[in-house]
């Protein structure tokens, strides 16, 4: 097993230098100019040179590579045009809003997916199992900042039951601890009593996390219903049934466990989608994530912070990929030979 | 023998025996699934053809006195927008925009996808190792991010978005290509023709091609779908069609700010979204159960 993962890990290597080149080539190689974004269009021809030399662009290309490469490597993305501060230190503190956002789009998605996949599995054919077949279908043919959109519609102009947008009530003065809001909440709560924070944050998550978990709750489900079905149908859980076991233990402990497996890719798969989905979802929701900032770092044709966001985005994406594979083959001993 | 086996690839017709393509309609007008998504695409692509015909106002001109006019109301089936323009008139014409961008990106990337994958698969070698390199790294970023960056660095465009989503679709078809013409150049069949003096080009494209679009079409089918989809979100990024353009993810976009006011200019452009990707996904759904015998239950 150690052996297989060290493997991977330097499978890994090739991959990421990869990402790193296509990141570098496609800004460096697109028109504009990153000297002339920074200084603006009545910039003098004197102060354009001085700079270009300051960040390296009057070098050969190849030479801007190697330097950008070398830098990499230590984390350093450069400086970002728009804030003036360093990319990695945006996007650190910009990652925790992502991801906490992220994982709980993927729990809502994968329990209500694997509920409702087992459910209309055991059911085949029966009313519920096409409701919630065709409910899955329409799930994945949506665009997400409609879905979004219209939940704001619905369920805080109509309905008046969550803000609009934002992570935390803006009159809170509310300085993060680790970034992750419901975590800082939590410590909040148990240090000062006061469940205000806590519950303004859960507040604030419950409709980005529902509008960005519903496709993949929607593929959860489909997964789950088919895996489940194939399982269900197999000689040994004839064998337990015909052995008088409860139809209910059956289906939740003998047939899910194995069905699980083609589940757990799945999911791992949708919530490296989901990062780089928080691109639309972020900018609907107000959500002050790495989806948002890269995006106006895309407006303002910021190459540092583009370069950077799209370097770690891909990484954290092809991380989890990795994770997923590892996983599968750590639940499903049969593969783990290859 | 040789006769032999070059008949398993042309084999004689036999009187009541319908062709392969008799065959396929067949099983596939008794899937409900495909069927009821190509009724959906039939209709989506009348209204593409015929939207200045069918359409009753002009998508793009503006009754101020009529802004914001809700559906059913003097005359207006759907309503109408924040400037006073038709919104059916608006989604009709944007159909036609969908489809050709559905059709183009998918174009784009299964050609390009089809022929790396046809030629990695068939050489292999030294090329098949530097493609498929390149596929995974184009694997490594998410598929609108890479949309996305594409895009802005060509200049937000209709046109650009096209490219920007076929570029990103490449890699899927290039794989499936690679896989199908693995499992087939072995085959009996292409080892027959190629005895029989068969050059790559004629083996490539007249052998081995016909035998792999079955899991081409269903992914391309399914493309289409997505690249609905994509273009939709790159123009509601400010990244793809351009106001006044009639495009859906554009009149999604501009109707942001009438989520108090308005339900129908938000609601409207997303359901015609919605009801054209499902067409192409029952469609594809459905041809998958039909061309892949063993995914039948």
Do not use: C
Not at chain 2, 158 to 175: D, E, T
């Amino acid at each position: 097993m150690g052996r297989l993962i060290l493997r991977r890990i330097v499978q890994l290597i090739p991959t990421l230098f990869g990402v790193v080149t296509l990141a570098f080539f496609m800004l460096a190689l697109s028109p504009g100019d990153p000297a002339r974004v920074m200084l603006g269009e009545r910039a003098s021809q004197a102060r354009l040179d001085e700079l270009r030399t300051q960040l390296g662009l009057d070098r050969p290309l190849i030479e801007q590579y190697g330097l950008y490469l070398s830098r990499v490597v230590q984390f350093d993305f450069g400086t970002s045009i728009k804030s003036g501060r360093a990319v990695t230190e945006e996007i650190a503190d910009l990652f925790p809003a992502t991801v906490e956002l992220a994982l709980a789009a993927m729990v809502f998605a994968s329990f209500t997916g694997i509920v409702l996949g087992v459910l209309a599995a055991r059911k085949k054919n029966s009313l519920l199992d096409t409701a919630s077949m065709a409910a899955a279908l329409i799930g994945v043919s949506m665009p997400v900042f409609w879905l979004a959109l219209v939940m704001i519609m619905i369920f805080s102009v109509g309905l008046n039951l969550f803000p609009t947008g934002g992570r935390m009530n803006i009159r809170y003065y509310f300085t993060p601890i680790t970034g992750f809001y419901l975590l800082d909440g939590f410590i909040v709560l148990l240090r000062e009593g006061d469940p205000k924070y806590l519950m303004s944050a859960l507040h604030h998550l419950v409709l980005p996390a529902v509008a960005l978990g519903t496709i993949p709750l929607a593929i959860i489900a489909r997964v789950t219903r088919s895996s489940m079905l194939e399982v269900l149908g197999q000689d040994y859980i004839k064998t337990a049934k015909s052995s008088g076991i409860p139809d209910f233990k059956i289906t939740f402990v003998y047939a899910l466990r194995n069905a699980l497996l083609p589940v757990v890719t799945v999911i791992g798969i949708q919530f490296g989608l989901l990062l780089s989905g928080a691109i639309l979802t972020e900018t609907i929701f107000a959500w002050p994530g790495i989806g948002k900032w890269l995006y106006h770092a895309i407006e303002a044709r910021d190459y540092p912070a583009v370069q950077g966001g799209i370097i770690v985005i891909s990484t954290v994406f092809v991380l989890i990929n990795l994770l997923v594979d590892l996983l599968y083959s750590v639940i499903n001993p049969r593969i783990r030979l290859q | 023998m040789a006769e032999s086996v070059s008949a398993t690839n042309e084999l004689p017709s036999i009187p009541g025996d319908p062709s392969p393509f008799v065959r396929f309609w067949t099983s596939l007008r008794k899937n409900n699934s495909a069927m009821t998504g190509l009724g959906i695409i039939a209709v989506f692509a009348v209204v593409a053809v015929f939207a200045p015909a069918l359409a009753p106002y002009d998508p793009l001109i503006q009754i101020i006195g009529d802004r914001l006019t809700p559906p059913l109301t003097d005359g207006y089936f759907l309503g109408t927008d924040d400037l006073g323009r038709d919104m059916l008139s608006r989604i009709m014409y944007g159909t036609r925009i969908s489809m050709i961008i559905g059709v183009v990106s998918v174009s784009i990337g299964s050609l390009v996808g089809g022929l790396v994958g046809m030629l990695a698969g068939y050489f292999g070698g030294i090329f098949d190792r530097i493609t498929m390199r390149i596929i995974d790294i184009m694997l490594a970023f998410p598929y609108i991010l890479l949309t996305i960056v594409i895009v802005a660095l060509l200049g937000a465009s209709l046109v650009n978005a096209m490219i920007a989503i076929g570029i990103s679709q490449i890699p899927r078809y290039a794989r499936i290509m690679r896989g199908s013409v693995l499992a087939e150049k072995e085959s009996d069949y292409v080892l027959a023709e190629r005895s029989l003096g068969a050059k790559d080009g004629e083996l490539m494209f007249s052998t081995i091609l016909p035998n792999t679009l079955a899991p081409m079409s269903v992914q391309a089918t399914l493309g289409i779908g997505e690249a609905i989809l994509s273009s939709a979100a790159l123009s509601f990024l400010g990244l793809g069609a351009q106001p006044p353009t009639p495009e859906w993810g554009l009149m999604i976009a501009s109707s942001k700010e009438f989520v108090t006011s308005a339900w129908w200019v938000v609601t409207l452009p997303g359901v015609a979204t919605l009801i054209a990707v499902l067409g192409f996904n029952l469609l594809g759904d459905g041809l998958r159960d039909v061309l892949d015998p063993r995914l039948q239950e």
